[in-house]
């Protein structure tokens, strides 16, 4: 069985400033994972997956995500916040099928 | 299809009531998820298909759930005797094969459901 923790419920940046936004997962085998945004009444979009080629996976819109086997974590981050990132994301495991994580809203403050 | 189509949009049913909710998948997926997400919370994983075959239903919120797929086309999750609490957007998603996060999932637009 797989699944999913995201760390915090809600995050508040600055424009311009750094976005971290955290996951923990938990699997039985080696799973493929992914981060998904959802803006406000859309649909949901995939930002960028892992799935064991290189560690440090790049994605849309800047963001980033690193798979770090020995924490269990794949940590979403961005250097510079814009006020279009504001949204819902989702850090979601797989294995054989996907498990979502609660999701973090991130707000951008101007 | 082009991508992966739900009907309907919008689903507004008395309590009480049985509703179907439909997923056509992208032609050629043989995995097929249903997932639900109520209002401001996260996605809920419900079940998923592998052709027509469903090993875990275990995800189904309770026997009034129950879900069908014929070959590797449509499927519909059939809600009988709705509650309120069912109220949420049903989600559906597709991929090429299971456990195949190479190709990629892709989801539909959703089904809001109110029930009233």
């Known amino acids: 069985a797989q699944s999913v923790t995201q760390l915090d419920s809600h995050v508040s940046v600055s424009e311009g400033t750094p976005v971290l936004l955290r996951c923990n997962y938990s699997?039985?085998?080696?799973?493929?994972l992914f981060w998904y945004v959802q803006h406000p009444n859309k649909g949901l979009q995939l930002l960028l997956k892992?799935?064991?080629?290189?560690?440090l996976v790049k994605g849309i819109n800047g963001f980033e995500a690193e798979f770090k086997k020995s924490e269990t974590s794949f940590h979403l981050t961005k250097p510079s916040a814009h006020m279009s990132d504001a949204a819902e994301y989702f850090c979601?495991?797989?294995?054989?099928?996907?498990?979502f994580g609660a999701g973090t809203r991130l707000t951008v403050k101007p | 299809g082009a991508g992966v189509s739900q009907s309907p949009s919008n689903k507004v049913t008395e309590k009480g009531k049985d509703v179907e909710l439909r997923c056509d998948p992208i032609?050629?997926?043989?995995?097929l998820y249903w997932y639900r997400q109520r209002l401001g919370q996260g996605l809920e994983f419900l079940i998923y298909f592998q052709g027509n075959s469903a090993p875990d239903k275990s995800g189904l919120p309770s026997d009034r759930f129950s879900a069908e797929r014929t070959g590797e086309s449509v499927s519909t999750l059939t809600i009988q005797r709705t509650q309120q609490e069912d109220s949420a957007v049903y989600l559906c998603?597709?991929?090429?094969?299971?456990?195949?996060?190479?190709?990629?999932?892709?989801f539909g637009s959703g089904t809001r459901l109110t029930v009233v």
């Open positions: 979601v495991v797989s294995v054989n099928d996907m498990r």
């Open positions: 998603a597709s991929s090429l094969a299971l456990g195949s996060p190479n190709y990629g999932y892709t």
């Open positions: 699997s039985s085998y080696s799973p493929s």
């Open positions: 032609s050629g997926h043989t995995a």
């Open positions: 892992y799935t064991s080629a290189a560690t």
